[in-house]
């Protein structure tokens, strides 16, 4: 230029344009690395499409080598993403997506750097501008909002695909991983913490009764469920199928599943005298069982606009936001607090499980919070665990009962 700086400038060929060539000429600025980043992403794809008359867009574009769009590309095609569940996938394709779409300063994205270039710092700054996230309001002014859980999420994922990366491309991938230890906190300084609304077993029972009324059966039951086997609820809807309830093979006995981990345990229904651990969860469940041959157990109480037969209320993307609708709607109805949610129940039971004085290994056993190497040298264990602490949990719930009807008559 005039000035002694360079500037780029995209044309398409001569015979391109006499042949009415959609892609115009272009002016690219001064920056290099945004003219290539908008060449290679945009105008030569664009200019591919039409000499092709639209062929080469039913071909997804290869990442260009040792780039972090690369290195996603290498994790998404690994054994390790295919070992994740698919709730974890959407949330690491959202963490990923959401660094690597990052603009820079230059102009190009995130994900087009090559990955030699990363360093810590570079890493750190990123994490700042995804950290707070501005948006404009009915007024003109600039609202900032941080979004720390999803920027926190976002650094977890791109820290698993750099370690993955590296074991499959490790002469391609530094061994240096710059999203490792960035010391991310789960909230910022001075912010309090945020508790999980804990439910108790009165508001569990008003839950069930309403949730009867509404006719929503299953969803009263599941509720219960979690209390008492305090399972998670996308493990209650997703994974609970009725095969895994007193199968022939093992009559006296629950399989529970944990997705997450792909923990598989089995939980007694009987104590050592035969007696039921779960009378009432045992007969709604029974009940189930009479009409739901195979398949997920707590299936919608309704039909379907798009099937005859009952849909399962998870989705088969892992998604829940319908039932957590139908939760607030029973919450409602049962006027309880309205901050109470489906987990409330299984953080209930994990409550009463405490106020039974379960012992800490009891707690574990109960909730699986434990390794799967080790569970075949605890098994006769962990079953005794869970026969014990199911017991102080019903002795704990009739003794509560009994003060408050104490309390009442006293009150009188």
Known sequence: MKSDRWA?????????????CSVAAEALG????????RVENILLPAFDSWRSRGLTDMIPPSPVPGTFDWLVSVFQ???????????????????????????????????SKQLSDFTKGFVDAIYAKLLVVERGDAGGNVVKRERRRFANAAMASCRRAWFVGQRAQETKVPAINPFSR???????PGQPVRQT??????????????AKKLGYRSVGTAALLTWEWLQREEHVFGA?????????????????????????AWWPLFDETGEPLFPELMAELDAIRVTVASGLVFRRDHEHRRSPAQLPWITERKDLRYLRHIVKRIVAAAELRSELSFTSFRHGGFTE???????DAELRAAGR?????????YAKRTRKQLIAGSKKRHEERARAALIGTSTILGSE
């Open 182 to 188: 960035m010391g991310l906190k789960a909230r910022a």
């Open 77 to 111: 095609a690994h054994q390790k993403w295919r070992e994740i569940d698919q709730k974890t996938q959407r949330l690491y394709r959202q963490g990923l997506a959401l660094f690597a779409n990052h603009t820079l300063k230059d102009g190009s994205r995130a994900g």
């Open 30 to 37: 001064e920056k290099y690395l945004a003219a290539v980043d």
């Open 240 to 264: 609970f199928e009725i095969s895994h309830y007193r199968p022939k093979e093992r009559p006296n006995g629950v399989k529970i599943v944990h997705p997450k981990n792909g923990e598989e």
């Open 8 to 20: 780029y400038f995209f044309e398409p060929p001569t015979w391109a344009r006499q042949q009415g």
């Open 197 to 210: 609304p804990t439910a108790t077993w009165d508001e569990l029972v008003a839950f069930r009764a309403a």
């Open 353 to 359: 499980g405490a106020d039974s004085d379960l012992t």
């Open 369 to 377: 919070h434990r390794s799967a190497r080790q569970l075949p040298a």
